[in-house]
DNA sequence: CATGCGATCCGCT
DNA sequence: GCGGATCGCATGC
């Protein structure tokens, strides 16, 4: 696998509803460059395909920003592009792309994906996990690919920005699965959740 | 200040 | 299929 050839998604891409962005998300390529001997051992680029993603509108009950600007999801109302990574059930963290204009709240919450390069890098993170459920899920994919915290924030359309989302000439599928979204008490008939068939 | 619970995962049944 | 883990934040008294 290389990634030869793979553009890093602009501004301009993210800019837009995140129901628009997010089924175009699919097949795109997450890419994380930890630092090497940050504690965020091992190092090493890792690469995994989009396979599931969900959108967070504005004026959604079921989005952190339903409630207005917080601490914990200020990220979530600047600049499209930007990480939005918070921290859930005590353990998991679970990371989004800030999506629309700036002030708006929408976000697409990054679910899945198929790990492409840093398989063993992800294993080691993932310690005695089947290599199926590496970054089967929102917490998962972040344990695998090491996002926490202190990602939350990151501008992945800024150059040298250690997370960024890559198209590397791979079309979303034509015919996702659609479906609504999981994990949330408010807003659940919203058709918001895609997957690669 | 106390409480409740969450955009989850895992191990056990 | 179910419940426990585990903690930051929002809410309410």
């Given at each position: 696998v290389t990634i030869r050839g793979t553009r890093r998604l602009r501004r301009s891409f993210f800019a837009r509803p995140a129901t628009t962005v997010a089924p175009e998300l699919l097949n795109k390529l997450l890419v994380a460059e930890p630092l090497?001997?940050?504690?965020?051992?091992?190092p090493g680029r890792l690469v995994g395909r989009i396979t599931e993603v969900?959108?967070?509108?504005?004026?959604?009950?079921?989005?952190?920003?339903f409630r207005g600007e917080r601490p914990r999801n200020l990220s979530m109302f600047g600049p499209a592009g930007v990480l939005y990574v918070y921290f859930s059930y005590g353990m998991h963290h679970c990371a989004n792309v800030v999506t629309g204009a700036p002030g708006d709240g929408q976000a697409v919450l990054l679910r899945a994906v198929t790990p492409l390069v840093g398989i063993e890098a992800m294993r080691a993170r993932r310690k005695g996990r089947p290599d199926r459920a590496?970054?089967?899920g929102p917490g998962k994919l972040c344990q695998a690919f090491g996002l926490a915290l202190h990602h939350d924030?990151?501008?992945?359309?800024?150059?040298?920005a250690p997370v960024w989302i890559g198209d590397d000439g791979t079309p979303p599928p034509s015919e996702p699965r659609v479906g609504t979204r999981v994990g949330i008490s408010s807003g659940t008939d919203r058709p918001w959740r895609w997957r690669t068939p």
């Open positions: 090497a001997g940050s504690g965020d051992a091992p969900e959108a967070y509108m504005p004026d959604d009950p079921a989005s952190h920003s590496l970054a089967d924030g990151v501008d992945m359309c800024a150059p040298g």
